[in-house]
C-alpha cells in the first residue's frame, strides 16, 4: 500500500522489507556490511533503488536491518558520476561511497571526502535540488591518526573545504547531520536526503552551534545543524543530527554510560522544544521518534536501552548499531527523525 505523499521512515528486517514490496520507496540504508542487491519492492517502476550499505553492526536483538525511506509517490531513478539517486518533484534520495587507500586508484580520505561532497552538490545542482535536508557520514576509523591528525579532523576539513568551493554555507543554513565509525577497510560511505525548498534549521539552547566550536575540537569545524524541518503539502518532518552528551561544547559525563545516555535524551528533548516552538501545529514528542543509537561499546548496550526505554517508552522504534563516535571519550549517540501531521492552522 502506498502512504500519503511526503516523507516516511521505516526500520524494518530484510523478510519484512521483501514483503512488503512498497512502490514508493526513495532510497535504503542497509547495515551490517550486508551487500545484498537493490531490494525489489514492488518491481517494474521501483527499479534502479539506491542503496547506502554501511558497515556498522547491527546490535542484538536484530541481526539485519534496513532503513527505508518512502515518498508517497512515484520517483524516477538516476546517477551522476557516482552518485546514485532517487527523486520526486520535491525529494531526493542519493548515495555514493568511496574506497581510500594508497596510490591514485584510492585517494586518502580527505581526497574521498572532497570528491564525494563535490559530486554530491553537482547532483544537487544538475537535478535542481539544492537544499540538503540530512547527511549521513560513515568515516572507517574515525578516531585513528593521520599523519598526526585525528581521521575525522581530516574529514571535517574536507568537508569545509567542499563546501566553501561550491559555494554553499559554512555556518547557520546548513544541514543536519552525523558522522560515525565504519569498520576498517570500508569505503568513505555518504547518503543523503535533499528538497527543491530549504529547510528551517534548529539550534538547541543548551549547546553551542557545531560550526562555532572553539579551535580545540579542530582547525576546521563540523558543519551541521542541530536538526532541521521540511514542511510538506500536510506533514512536517524533523531530522535530529547525532546528538551526545555534550552541554555547551564539552563532553559530560566521561566514563558513565548511563550518564552520557540521560543527557543526550535531554537534549534531544531540548531540539523537540525548539522544533514545537517553530513548527506548533506539529506537536513532537519523544515517544513518536524514530532513533538509530550508535553504541561505542556493545556490552553498554543495555545499559543504553534501558535508559531509553524509560524515557521513549518499551515500545521504541530504535535500532542500535556498533559504531565509533566522533570524540573519544562519548559512549553513545543518537539520532532520531520525526514526521508528524500539521494542524490546519499551524
Known amino acids: 500500500m502506498r502512504a500519503p505523499r511526503g516523507l516516511h521512515l521505516d526500520y524494518v528486517s530484510p523478510a519484512e522489507y521483501q514483503a512488503a514490496r512498497w ?34 553492526p547491527v546490535l542484538p536483538p536484530a541481526e539485519h536491518m534496513f532503513e527505508v525511506w518512502r515518498c508517497g509517490e512515484a520517483a524516477q531513478s538516476g546517477a551522476h558520476r557516482r552518485v546514485r539517486f532517487r527523486r520526486t518533484a520535491d525529494t531526493l534520495f542519493g548515495c555514493i561511497a568511496l574506497p581510500e587507500g594508497p596510490g ?55 568537508r569545509q573545504q567542499a563546501l566553501h568551493a561550491g559555494g554553499r554555507p559554512l555556518a547557520g543554513n546548513v544541514p543536519a547531520a552525523s558522522a560515525l565509525g565504519a569498520g576498517a577497510g570500508s569505503p568513505l560511505v555518504v547518503y543523503f536526503l535533499a528538497a527543491r525548498t530549504a ?64 543527557e543526550a535524551l535531554t537534549n534531544i528533548e531540548a ?31 543495555p545499559v543504553i536501552q534501558r535508559q531509553i526505554d524509560a524515557v521513549l517508552g518499551a515500545g521504541a522504534r530504535a535500532i542500535y548499531l556498533q559504531a565509533d563516535i566522533c570524540r573519544q571519550d562519548l559512549l553513545v549517540e543518537i539520532e532520531a527523525a520525526g514526521i508528524r501531521p500539521l494542524a490546519a492552522n499551524a
Do not use: M
Open 104 to 158: 591514485r586508484a584510492h585517494p586518502s580520505l580527505q581526497e574521498a571526502t572532497t570528491q564525494a561532497y563535490g559530486e554530491i552538490y553537482a547532483t544537487l545542482d544538475a537535478e535542481d535540488c539544492p537544499h540538503l535536508l540530512r547527511v549521513w557520514n560513515y568515516v572507517p576509523d574515525i578516531n585513528g591518526d593521520s599523519d598526526g591528525t585525528e581521521r575525522y579532523r581530516r574529514f571535517n576539513t574536507a
Open 199 to 262: 529547510p528551517a534549521c534548529v539550534e538547541n539552547p543548551r549547546q553551542v552551534s557545531a560550526y562555532h566550536y572553539p579551535r580545540q575540537y579542530g582547525t576546521h569545524s563540523p558543519v551541521f545543524s542541530r536538526a532541521t524541518l521540511l514542511r510538506q503539502a500536510d506533514t512536517v518532518a524533523l531530522f535530529i543530527s547525532g546528538t551526545a552528551s555534550i552541554v555547551g561544547h564539552r563532553s559530560l559525563h566521561v566514563g558513565d554510560t548511563a550518564a552520557q545516555t540521560r
Open 23 to 56: 512502490p514508493d520507496v526513495l532510497g535504503v540504508a542497509t547495515f551490517n556490511g550486508a551487500r545484498p542487491a537493490a531490494p525489489a519492492a514492488g518491481g517494474g517502476a521501483s527499479a534502479g533503488i539506491p542503496v547506502a550499505q554501511v558497515n556498522t
Open 271 to 301: 531540539l523537540l522544544a525548539e522544533a514545537n516552538r517553530i513548527a506548533p501545529g506539529a506537536h513532537f514528542s519523544l515517544a513518536a521518534l524514530a532513533c538509530k543509537v550508535y553504541v561505542r561499546r556493545p556490552a553498554d548496550q
